[in-house]
């Protein structure tokens, strides 16, 4: 089975200060990691993603995220925050459990971004 | 380059009505996903298709019925609507190749 837990339910930062958006995942397959984002009533995009390759990934936007295996953590971080970051984000990890892919979404997480 | 494509964006039906929402994958693309997400919710996995087969299903409701077309786009099929199915439904689509999903921008259905 797989789980995604993100740990904030809302973010609230200032302008050109750094983000971090907190998530831990649990897999007992080697699994593949996400993060999308949700603008308001808008459709999901991905931010970036983590396959078995390098474990610092660069994203769109300036994002990017470490993957830490032994803190089971792929925790969401930005230098400097824009008024356009503010959104729901999600932590979204799939992988082959039962032979067959699974994507599970975390709850999300709010960021707003204050000027 | 291309993207998933979702139709209608926006549908409002009654109570006990039913509705069909449409995806249209990106080109190339053998899998399809559908999601739901309730007002203020994560995306909750409906069902996917591969190669025009189901090939996983989630919480989806015995009232809709999904398949997967020659051509690869897929259709969702909702009867007996209620309230509770008011709700943002995604597609998403992927290659086997490729972990990725990309999503759609949704259908936006209420239920009156």
């Known amino acids: 089975a797989q789980s995604v837990t993100q740990l904030d339910s809302h973010v609230s930062v200032s302008e050109g200060t750094p983000v971090l958006l907190r998530c831990n995942y649990s897999?007992?397959?080697?699994?593949?990691l996400f993060w999308y984002v949700q603008h308001p009533n808008k459709g999901l995009q991905l931010l970036l993603k983590y396959t078995s390759a390098a474990t610092l990934v660069k994203g769109i936007n300036g994002f990017e995220a470490e993957f830490k295996k032994s803190e089971t953590s792929f925790h969401l971080t930005k230098p400097s925050a824009h008024m356009s970051d503010a959104a729901e984000y999600f932590c979204?990890?799939?992988?082959?459990?039962?032979?067959?892919?699974?994507?599970?979404f975390g709850s999300g997480t709010r960021l707003q971004v204050q000027p | 380059a291309a993207g998933v494509i979702q139709s209608p964006r926006h549908l409002i039906k009654e109570k006990r009505e039913t509705a069909t929402l449409k995806c249209y994958p990106i080109p190339r693309h053998d899998t399809v996903y559908w999601y739901q997400q309730g007002p203020g919710q994560d995306p909750q996995f409906l069902i996917s298709?591969?190669?025009?087969?189901?090939?996983d299903k989630g919480s989806i409701p015995d009232r809709f019925s999904a398949q997967q077309f020659s051509d690869y786009h897929s259709e969702l099929n909702m009867s007996s609507l209620e309230l509770g199915d008011s709700a943002l439904y995604f597609c998403a689509s992927s290659t086997t190749a490729d972990s990725v999903e990309y999503f759609g921008p949704g259908t936006r259905l209420t239920v009156t």
């Open positions: 298709f591969y190669e025009k087969m189901q090939s």
């Open positions: 979204v990890v799939s992988s082959m459990d039962t032979g067959r892919r699974a994507l599970t």
């Open positions: 897999s007992s397959y080697s699994p593949s």
